[in-house]
């Protein structure tokens, strides 16, 4: 009725056992087939081949078909089975589900212990490297400290020897402000005596020349008279040669009388005319010692030949005294002996009057002759004009010589008398000589002491400079702008003065004040002269530090000239100069380095930060753009400080070329316009940052350098520049910023604990270059004018301010595992996937 099921069992089931006992058996097999642990073999197979399989690991195959059995279940009881078996598999599906969610959650378990592991081994390799770094770092740590120990060293040192050279500066200055006070003094009284000595030796030698002319011709007529006088005294002799001895004697000796007193003028005339030569000479000398340039400078040395010089003078000055005496007491003399010789001739006359009766008596009682009253007239007219030249040449008034034999008889005589007044002359030549000698040697020795001095006081102030710099201090530089063609129109003096490399002297209504800077540029120093000491700079720049160039003056006084050069671009400035040696740098170090430049522009505008890359609307040239488009930029610092302009565009250059094409893309932007005081004067701030990123190619470390180049506008004042309107609140904005930065200027250098960099923009942008961690360089622009002096008075006492500033200036470098971990942050944020090679 019912087909019977065959169920193939295996020989567990007893045979000839009740239905009961078959069906536990069966149940018995479902419950330890489903329990026994599985079989290699069971893996592969279903139940069936299980239960096959099962029947595998019972006794052989013959054995086995023996003992199996064919049972034969009713229909009802297979129902039931059936229902059973249902069941069973039932349950064992719920087993199953609960096995499959037992599993599950086991590899969930595990999985989240994977991940755990995972980590564990992600964090563990991390720290690891971290490890590693920090030894590296404390390796660094302790080679910078070493560094720092032996720089500290270095730099104590080097400030020990400049407050030795400070104290010897001090004491030299002290020494030589003190020698040039007493030797100021010291000439002022000898030159006040000098010159009076002079204005008498002028007064003088005037009367002198004159006397010496009139002695001259004075002796020449005593010379012409004594001739005559001899001559006839020979012919009378001659003549009366038979006469008596005793008349003669007696006429001999009247004779004799009345010579004495000519012979003696005669020796006195001499002696004067001698004394004259040589004072004429030595006043010639002296005038022409006088006429040689005296030495300017004021040198200790000099003060011994002044003396000396005021010593001669003396000489001469006494010896004219003695002269003016000897004169006066030869024209006493001359004059007794002419009032004697008048009274004798009176005598001669009167008896020649009265004897013409006894004749022959009273001449052979008086011994006297017509020969002899003449020649005693001659000897009175010699008297009498000798008497008159020595009162010309005590007056000094200048005779009337009509008679030109007198005067060719005067020159004769004078001539013989000069040989004589040669060898005094020569002795003062001598001197004059020696003492022109003396001169030049202190002139050279002067030279060389002024030479040494200025070469000594460039070195000390390029070491100060060099100690300074060291030290971290901001260098500032000084140029001074050419004389414009307004300031000439308008008749302006100049008022400053380079006075060496370093020094830069300014004349004021207050007298005259020194500044010191690290490098002083006279208006006429070249643009490529300034880049040389600016080169340095850029060369840090590359190599990782961060540096800021940026000039700083009024309105005019040539900062745009200095930073970005003239409009035709034949003198180019700093800006265009730095593109160049950035790139020439890189073009050396290309074997060596991998380097990335990229840069931004930006100006700071009525307080406004604006990208120069971005157009601004309203402009012609360009691609209008409105302030709402434009991205705002904004100052922000990283952790090291350094400042970075967010939200301005970046552009990277491949070339100078390249950069300065985006630079004059720049410029173009910028807002400039013509003021009284610059026909192209700058309405806003330039900042231009290049980013120089470099990486070894040896040891893969990364240094990133900024340098950032600041053109500032400069301060004006409305009433000079007539500025009205939308360029009075330009030149409000521009004065308000600067203000700023003096404030910022001043607490720096008076170290405050408080720095007001918040109060502008333009200090924001500043902040690092400004006591922060750059290289800074100032260059503070000066106009020469005095029209300008207030203005430049402030721009070099705010430079002289920021010379005192310090900063500390440090080097972006990253190793090649902090490169790398920098490079794995900037994808991680950018949403890129990390490979495990990245880390
Ligand atoms: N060293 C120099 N040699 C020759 N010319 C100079 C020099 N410095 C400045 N000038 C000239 O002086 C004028 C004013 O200079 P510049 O425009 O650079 O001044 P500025 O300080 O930038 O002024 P502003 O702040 O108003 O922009 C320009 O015509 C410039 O060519």
Known sequence: MFPDICFPVQAVIPHKTSWTQKWAAFRRWIGADRRKPPR?????GSSESQLSDSSNAAPPAEAQRSQEVKIYIPYESAELYITQIAEDMETMKRKHLEMVQELEENFQVTARENQEWTVQRIRSHHQNKLNTLRRILDVYQQKVEKKEEDWERRVSALTLQIERLQEEQRAERRRSKEEALQWHREKSKMLEVFSNRLDVLHSHQASTIQELQMARQEVGKVQEMLLVSAQEQQEAAEEEGGNSGDKGEQESAACH???QPLEGAKARLEELKESLYQRERELTELLEAERSPVPPVPLPPCSVLLPTLIHQAHTVCTAAAETRNLLVQMIEENRLALVEAKDQLDRLQVVKGGGDNREDETADQEGF????????QETVRGFEICLLALDFIRSGESPHMNDIDDVSELEDILGRGTSRAADGVKSVGQQLLLLQDQLKQIKE?????????TTERTLRKKYYNMVEDMKGKIRVFCRIRPVSRTEVAQGDAVVLEKLDDFSVTVETPRGQREFQ????????ASQEELFQDTHRLIQSALDGFNVCIFAYGQTG??????MVGDKEQK???VIPRSFNAIFDFIQENSTKFDFKVSAYMLELYNDRLQDLFVSQAGEAHVQPQSHSQARRVEIKRNRKGVVFAQGAETKEASSAQELYALFQQACANRHISATKMNVESSRSHLIVGIMVESRNLTNGSVSTGKLSLVDLAGSERAAKTGAKDHQLKEANSINKSLSALGDVISALSAELPHVPYRNSKLTQVMQDSLGGNAKTLMIVNISPSEGNLEETLTSLIYATRVKAITNNAQKNVDSKEIAQLKEVIVKLRSGQTVEEEDI
Not at 40 to 44: D, G, K, T, Y
Not at 369 to 376: A, F, G, N, R, Y
Not at 517 to 524: L, P, R, T, Y
């Open 571 to 573: 003198n180019l400035g």
């Open 445 to 453: 020795e002067k030279k060389k002491i002024i030479e040494n001095y």
């Open 40 to 44: 290699p073999e069971a893996n592969r």
């Open 369 to 376: 002759d017509e020969s002899s009253l003449s020649s005693l």
């Open 557 to 562: 006084s040539g900062k745009t000239f200095t």
């Open 517 to 524: 800077f690290d490098k002083v540029f006279s208006a006429e």
């Open 257 to 259: 009388d009345s010579d």
